[in-house]
């Protein structure tokens, strides 16, 4: 289960289910392996099973006193050496019977070993932890804290100013109905993505006196305004950057006649069709788009290297960190009915795609069929099955070659 840093990746594609290991098991001298104290003073251990996209990469989890039925561990977000975590539990209100949930960060920094949010790296030193609250509000607030900087480790507050373009942009309902289905670190900004409004809000968190501006995205979520499309986002879109180039990405799938996919419904499988825009910036430096791929699933299913791969469409797009042309899909198709189951296990694969070449450049098969799982690959595979969530592109692991090599 370990992993080695002489064969450690360059990338990985960060699960978000959480690997338990509360007793021996759990690989203490791992090289990726950290640990720390949380608030209620109960020490946890992780560590991180890496491995080149787009087989995923898993983190293992020690916190033999996370046992309550509200404990909760999960990954948040990544960026360069940088990967930030929360840690969630109940505590007890002083003179009553409820209780309310009690959240910490943790940041695991790749390069020091020592001891909608979002983290964003900027040079070696500067770390910032943000969250933007724009709901039912026309007054967004950014909570920042700087892990770095800040001996009190305190958050601050501002209200950024805002600085939006467009004769027919509606600010009010645009900032009133706003809620971010990702974040994006964007050179030193963080990039709030709603799939639903098909809207970007960029925000310089480092700067003192932060400006908030709107970008606006090359599609949408056809059929679906808010809330009601809230959870699918992920499912069909996905915007990415290439930090070096300084070019953001954005990827949909759709059916073939334009509209959502029916979820569940993958008999006959549907017709789709997956589109990539890339920004470029104007002379006014004024991001636009521009369209630059797009396959249909009549052409993908002629290409070579699809032969194992579930007839199916593509989902959960996600950008490549190296290389903006590469979108890694999940293609999932549906186990056979179980008599007072309901189904099956999904067979689910992850499929690495050039969209400019139209080239498959690598499969790997996530979740087998039921009958070849053991007891705890049985449960993941389950929790999946009801619950299935993308993944987190991530860089630290070759930052993490660099520490082990100096």
Known sequence: M???????????????????????????????EASCTNSRGEEICICFQLHDPPRPSRLYLW??????????????????????????????????ECTYDMYDYFLYPAQDRGPGHAVLRRGAEDVAVAELQTVRTTEPELHVIFPSAS????????????????????????????????????????????????????????????????????????GIDHPGGRGFGEVNMTVGVDEERGVMKCVRVVRGDGKMFNQGCNKPPPDFVATSWTSEMTGSHELIWKKDAEVKSEDF????????????HLEFPLVSLEDTSIVYFVMRLKGASVDEVGYDYDETWLVSFD????????????????????????????????????????????????????
């Open 2 to 32: 370990s992993s080695s840093s002489s064969i450690l990746p360059d990338l990985a594609l960060l699960d978000r289910y959480i690997f338990r290991r509360d007793d021996d098991s759990f690989p203490a001298d791992d090289p990726t």
């Open 63 to 96: 916190w033999p006193g996370g046992t309550g039925d509200c404990d909760r561990f999960s990954v948040v977000g990544a960026h360069r050496d940088a990967v930030l975590l929360q840690m969630a539990y109940s505590i007890p209100v002083p003179n009553s």
């Open 301 to 312: 299913w002629q290409l070579h290297g699809v032969e194992l791969l579930p007839h199916t």
């Open 151 to 222: 001996a009190s480790r305190r958050w601050v507050v501002t209200k950024p100013r805002i600085i939006f373009h467009g004769p027919d942009l509606d600010l009010e309902n645009l900032l009133w109905l706003f809620s971010s289905d990702a974040v994006v670190p964007f050179g030193d900004y963080l990039c709030w993505v709603d799939y639903c409004k098909g809207a970007i809000l960029l925000c310089n968190v480092f700067d003192d006196d932060p400006e908030l501006r709107y970008l606006a995205l090359p599609a949408k979520l056809p």
């Open 355 to 406: 969209m400019c070449s139209k080239t498959v450049k690598a499969s790997f098969q996530y979740i087998k069929e039921q009958g070849d799982l053991c007891c705890e690959e049985s449960m993941f595979a389950k929790e999946k099955f009801w619950y299935f969530e993308s993944f987190i592109p991530a860089e630290f692991p070759k930052f993490l070659k660099m520490h082990d090599t100096r």
